[in-house]
């Protein structure tokens, strides 16, 4: 079992408002990743990093930020949520010398 | 660039009877290929992957995954299916640049029926 957190597992937030998700893991994975999972199931890479001070964007384009100043912790920010953000977001890691990724429960954010 | 695609959003079984979860990809160069698997409410969770070797891989829960280069597939198979096996099913490429990202197919939902 994967030793990957991510807080918290729910969230329901009004417009504008500013939110962090955050997501750790105990595992000193180099790779870390956010993915955004439709209502629809499909998945989206938007943020991965290679290691600390590490952040790329990835395939789909995303408002929300990603920042990697400690190996274990790579939060997700969004300055001022909207609707359009409402959706599951999934934290992954993976160790530079395997080829699998481990995830964590998600966080299911809803904005109203 | 690479993609994998999951031809069913919905496959149905019988418990008890064989399950096939068809995933078709499209690299250039040997890929490298993975399982997953959604419980509801739950992040994904590594089933098996293939990388190089034998083309039939075995997996956790009892799943395997035949490789077939000739027909660019990856179908994920049980013997025996179970109830506890509904959820979903994601097929995943890793990608061959140098980030080694991995994409995903759109998933297809399996539900044994008891």
């Known amino acids: 079992e994967a030793d990957i957190y991510q807080t918290p597992r729910y969230l329901v937030i009004g417009t504008g408002k500013k939110i962090t998700l955050e997501c750790s893991q105990t595992?000193?994975?180099?790779?870390m990743y956010w993915y955004q999972q439709d209502p629809g199931m499909e998945l989206h890479l938007i943020h991965y990093?290679?290691?600390?001070?590490?952040?790329e964007k990835g395939d789909l384009s995303s408002e929300s930020t990603v920042s990697r100043i400690r190996t274990e912790h790579f939060p997700l920010t969004l300055e001022s949520a909207r609707p359009s953000h409402t959706s599951q977001y999934l934290c992954?890691?993976?160790?530079?010398?395997?080829?699998?990724?481990?995830f964590g429960q998600g966080t299911r954010l809803t904005v109203v | 660039a690479q993609s994998v695609a999951q031809p069913e959003d919905q496959v149905n079984v019988a418990e008890g009877n064989p399950l096939t979860v068809k995933c078709t990809y499209s690299?250039?160069?040997?890929?490298?290929l993975f399982w997953y698997v959604q419980y509801p409410n739950r992040g994904l969770q590594f089933l098996l992957k293939?990388?190089?070797?034998?083309?039939l891989v075995k997996g956790s829960y009892g799943f395997e995954a035949e490789f077939n280069k000739s027909q660019t597939s990856f179908h994920l198979k049980k013997p025996s299916a179970l109830v506890s096996d509904s959820a979903l099913y994601f097929c995943?490429?890793?990608?061959?640049?140098?980030?080694?990202?991995?994409?995903f197919g759109t998933g297809t939902r399996l539900t044994v029926i008891p």
């Open positions: 995943a490429v890793r990608d061959q640049t140098g980030a080694n990202n991995l994409f």
């Open positions: 990093s290679y290691g600390v001070n590490s952040t």
């Open positions: 992954a890691s993976r160790d530079r010398g395997r080829t699998e990724a481990f």
């Open positions: 690299v250039s160069g040997n890929p490298y």
């Open positions: 293939y990388i190089t070797g034998d083309n």
């Open positions: 595992m000193g994975h180099d790779k």
